[in-house]
Each structure stands twice: as C-alpha cells, then as structure tokens.
C-alpha cells in the first residue's frame, strides 16, 4: 500500500522501503493492518472485519436540517459512510453509494453519510443539487470520526441491527458490484454476527464524544 | 512600493540566472541573513455575497510578535459593519478582527490593512547560546492539540526516527531529515492541507502541503520532547534568491499562506524550520520536479534548518482556534479568513460564497 502511494508524483525514493517497512511495523503494533488503505486508497476496497472499538452514538446536524441520532437507526442493518468534499476518491464513490441505497431501499441496509470536518456550504456545492437516497450528516469537528477512529477517507462501517460494529472498508468500495449486493443480502438483522454482538451502544452526547474513546463507556447500556 | 518595484526586478534577474548552468546559479545560493527590516502593507479585503441575515467575518492578523524578525505594527480598517473590533484568541494570542454586520446588509464588505516588519532569521547553531523558555511556554508547545497528538503512532514514529540521538539538536535534525525524506507536496491538497498528522502516519499517505508537513515535524519533535509550534502566515515578496516557489509571484497574495515550524532548542532558543518548504522547491521550482540531488534542493535543505527568509509575515501559532462569539466549532488553525452568515460558518476556501483578496505592498518607513 504505502509503496504504492509513494510511487505516484513526484515522492521521495531512497527511504521508500525503510518507510514502508516502519509503517508494516506500527501498523501491525496499532492492529490497523486490514485497514492500511486511505484517500487514495484501492479502486475498490473490501468490507473488512471490524476489529477496532467501539463506535459510540452520536447526535449531529443534518445537512437538510434538524438533528439525527445514531440511535435512530437502531433495528436495522446500517451502513456509515465517512468522506470529504476534498477527497477525490469520494467525488467518484458517492453518486455509486447513492445508487446502491436506492435499489436497496426496500432491503436494506439503510445508509448515512457522515462529511468529515466540513462546513455545510462546502459539503451542498459538492453534493449538488439533486435529492439523494441517504441523509447526509455533518461531523464538523471531527468528533464523531474521531470517536470511532475513522483515519482516512472515505470510511464506510457497516453496523448491525444493534449498532454494533461489524465490518469496514478503508477506500472507495465499488457500490455497483452485485457481489456487493450479494454481502450485504447475507447481513441480515438476525445474522449470527448480528447476535454476537448484541448490547447496545451508549448514548453519547456531542460534548461527550469530545473526550477520547478510550474514556468512554464501552458498548453496554 | 519603490523597493518593491526593485525586488521585482531583483527577482526577475535572479529567476534568469536559476535557469543558467550551475557555477553561475550558485552564485545566488540561499542564504538568509538577519540584515535590514523591511516593512509591508497586507490588505485583506473581504466581501460576503448573498448574505442573508446578520453576518460576522474573522479577519487574521499578524500578531506574532519575535522582536528580531516579525514586528506587527498598526492596524487599520473601512467597513460598512455596525461593528469592527480587534480580539484575540484566550490560548494563544492569535489577533484577528472580528467584524458583525446586521441583518439587511446586503453587501458586507471589511478592508484591513495591517502593517508589519519582517526580516530574515537564521541561528548558527555552531554557536550556543544562552535562551529561557518559561514552564508554562514549554507545556503549552509540548502538549497535543485535536490535530496534532503526540502520543500513539505519532509517538512511535518519533522515538524510532530519534533513536538513540544524544542532544536536542541531533534530534530535531533527524526529524527533519526524516520529514524530507518521507513527505511529499501534493499538488491536489486543498488549501495548505488540514494538519491531521495522525491520520497521515496511520495512512500511510504522507503528501499534503505545509499545513500538513511542518505540522507533522511539530508532532514529531513535541513526541520526542521538543517543543515545538507552527507559525501560520503569508508570503509578501518573491524570494531574493530566485526561488519562483518560495516567494509570492505578484502583490496579489489572496493564495499565499503558508505555515512554517519552529523548534525551541535550549541551547539557541526557537529555531526555525521549514522542511514543507524544501518539498514545495522539488515538487514546483522546474517542470517536472527536482530530485533531492539537485543543487537548489540541497541549497535550501541545508538552510532551511535553521533560517528562512524574511519575504513571509507570521499571524500566529495558534491551534484549536475558538472565534469569538461563534458557534460553530474550533478550526484547526487560523490562516485564513473565516466568515459567517447566520449561524452557518463559510466555506473558507469558497470564492463563490466568500470572496477575499489580500494584497501585500512593500513600504519605506
């Protein structure tokens, strides 16, 4: 991965390796080596187990207005997409994610797209003016993507039924793969991971998710 | 004005020697020098379009005082607001004019002007001197920030570049080398990047532009125990030594902020870093990049630890910056003007919505 980013422009070239190979090392020490992929990630990156924590609840704005809550979602399978106005791999992904929510609107899973440290300006001229089949959230200080250790974009975690974390992609997934279709008609409500996990997540308030994860609750209620 | 029409053409000249075989260009080596002040006019002038309902505009200022380089002096402004008021930031003392037009005005407008001197740095760091840093500077320049945290990856990646490394000095170099050598200036950034260091390491995708770069050498230098600080600000004037990507290419400077780094050494005081800039001279000094090999690249790598040159004003070097009166939240730093309509905070970076010049004029005084 990082040999590969490195070899686009103009890059450094003598420390290549040993970077790359420092980088294998605190990956590996920091348990992020499924998810070593970032802006510029893979034309389409896998639904990877999650392995990392928890993903505490949240309250933001809506870019339509009013204020959403994770736990709106609760009872069904959702998917959570982090990007950014300045990603260029988003620019391309997102018109896809919109068409997967709508052919899968009866299905599921629902969607929510969460933009990362933008102001609400920026993130209407980027989605321009067409209805899209997913509400668009803003995390304008990074709050919620840091909470959930979100560390490049775009990020999507799939949650279950009780919005337990159980699977992400770290780069752009390719939203019109049927095998796509084909993993998420497998990850029903009552799937096996689905009840696995089970609990339920706390319900954090904006100001509660400023603090670290680590000081947070956990995933009990 | 006069001097700058001079510098103009200074810079002209010395473009054209850059572009003749190396003997000659070596003749116009980077060499900043802390001699002569030069003063310069920065105005800022902002306009909000389609402003519906009371709107307010945060204008940056340069208020980092270093008595031998950076001397912000008087600062004046014309609007059509109800109110204009100069604050500060309570963390660091970053300035900015804070400017609330009321509802119904529909074409707010703020020109600033603000005048400051400024001239080269450089520390001969062969030469140890006496320098105190008080305990509550050395925290406040060592603690992490929402962007900058110095523990985790940033940690790690700190600790292996310093290795075993006896004295500060050895070890803000080898920072800096690391940074050279690891980082890349990416063209496609947006502005002059967001500054979320760990982000960058966990991702393995180290481009980004100076907001990015010198924020990561601070990262890296507070892990080891450094401190260490971006100073946010803006190139007023080409640079004297012929780099076309080192200095503004008109007194037309809406675009050119620019973040640089120092670390605080305690046997020379704050030292000046820019390896961002070192970067930006591969990537955009000739067509097609330089390598690390060539002669300017080196020229400025060697210098750049330690000085920098005396065409760029400081603002200041602040983080996690909460504007006054505001409700949206904390930005990441303040180098460029911020505005807001309603309680709805503009896009910064949006000529469409928010429309701002900045103009820099070289002055005798």
């Known amino acids: 991965m990082f040999a590969r980013k490195l070899r686009r422009g103009n890059r450094p070239s003598g420390a290549r390796r040993v970077f790359a190979r420092l980088c294998r090392l605190l990956h590996?020490?920091?348990?992020?080596?499924?998810?070593?992929?970032?802006?510029?990630?893979?034309?389409?990156?896998?639904?990877?187990?999650?392995?990392?924590?928890?993903?505490?609840?949240?309250?933001?704005?809506?870019?339509?207005?009013?204020?959403?809550?994770?736990?709106?979602?609760?009872?069904a399978v959702l998917l959570v997409h982090f990007f950014a106005t300045w990603c260029a791999p988003c620019r391309t992904e997102l018109p896809a994610l919109d068409r997967f929510a709508a052919r899968r609107a009866q299905k599921g899973p629902r969607v929510v797209a969460i933009a990362v440290g933008e102001v609400e300006p920026a993130v209407r001229r980027f989605l321009g003016a067409g209805p899209l089949a997913f509400c668009v959230l803003l995390d304008r200080d990074r709050a919620v993507a840091k909470a959930w250790d979100i560390y490049a974009l775009p990020t999507t975690v799939v949650l279950d039924a009780a919005l337990g974390p159980l699977r992400v992609a770290v780069g752009d997934v390719e939203w019109d793969d049927p095998a796509i279709d084909r993993l998420f008609d497998q990850l029903s409500p009552t799937s096996p991971a689905a009840r696995s996990i089970g609990g339920r997540p706390p319900h954090l308030s904006r100001s509660r998710l400023l603090q670290p994860p680590a000081a947070q609750s956990g995933r009990t209620p | 004005m006069i001097d700058r029409r001079k510098l103009l053409a200074a810079g002209a000249a010395l473009s054209a020697t850059a572009a003749t075989p190396r003997f000659a260009w070596a003749q116009a080596a980077f060499a900043p020098r802390p001699e002569g002040w030069r003063s310069f006019d920065v105005v800022t002038r902002v306009e909000l379009l389609n402003a519906a309902g009371p709107s307010r505009a945060f204008v940056p200022l340069p208020g980092f005082t270093a008595e031998d380089w950076n001397r912000p002096a008087k600062v004046k402004w014309t609007t059509n607001a109800a109110k204009a008021a100069i604050a500060s930031d309570p963390a660091y003392g970053a300035r900015m004019l804070v400017v609330d037009w009321k509802e119904g005005e529909t074409a707010p407008v703020v020109e600033v002007t603000s005048r400051v001197a400024v001239r080269d740095r450089a520390v001969d760091l062969a030469k140890p001197r006496a320098a105190r840093l008080s305990s509550a500077e050395r925290a406040r320049y060592l603690h992490a920030t929402d962007l900058i945290p110095t523990d985790g990856i940033v940690k790690a990646t700190s600790d292996q570049i310093v290795g075993g490394a006896a004295s500060d000095l050895d070890k803000a170099r080898?920072?800096?080398?690391?940074?050279?050598?690891?980082?890349?200036?990416d063209a496609k950034?947006?502005?002059?990047?967001?500054?979320?260091?760990?982000?960058?390491?966990?991702?393995?995708?180290?481009?980004?532009?100076?907001?990015?770069?010198?924020?990561?050498y601070v990262g890296l230098a507070r892990a080891a125990g450094l401190p260490a600080r971006d100073v946010y600000g803006l190139r007023v004037a080409p640079s004297k030594f012929g780099y076309k990507s080192l200095g503004a290419k008109s007194e037309i400077v809406t675009k050119a902020q620019h973040c640089r780094a120092e670390v605080y050494l305690s046997d020379f005081g704050w030292v000046p870093v820019d390896p961002a800039d070192v970067r930006k001279v591969m990537l955009e000094e000739a067509d097609g990049g330089l390598p690390a090999s060539d002669p300017k690249v080196i020229a400025v790598r060697e210098k750049l630890f330690g000085a920098w040159e005396g065409n760029w004003i400081a603002y200041n070097a602040a983080h996690d910056v909460a504007l006054p009166r505001s409700a949206g939240s904390k930005i990441g730093f303040l180098m460029y003007p911020q505005a807001e309509v309603g309680a709805v905070r503009l896009d910064c970076l949006d000529p469409d919505a928010f429309r701002y010049t900045i103009k820099s004029v070289e002055v005798a005084v």
Do not use: H, Q
């Open chain 1, 28 to 75: 590996t020490a920091f348990a992020v080596t499924a998810f070593s992929a970032a802006a510029n990630a893979a034309p389409s990156a896998i639904l990877e187990p999650w392995t990392s924590g928890p993903t505490p609840a949240f309250i933001l704005d809506a870019l339509d207005g009013g204020e959403t809550r994770l736990s709106s979602y609760r009872g």
């Open chain 2, 174 to 185: 080898l920072i800096y080398a690391w940074i050279i050598e690891n980082t890349f200036r």
């Open chain 2, 189 to 216: 950034t947006r502005g002059c990047g967001s500054g979320d260091i760990a982000a960058m390491l966990r991702s393995g995708n180290l481009g980004g532009k100076c907001a990015d770069i010198n924020a990561l």
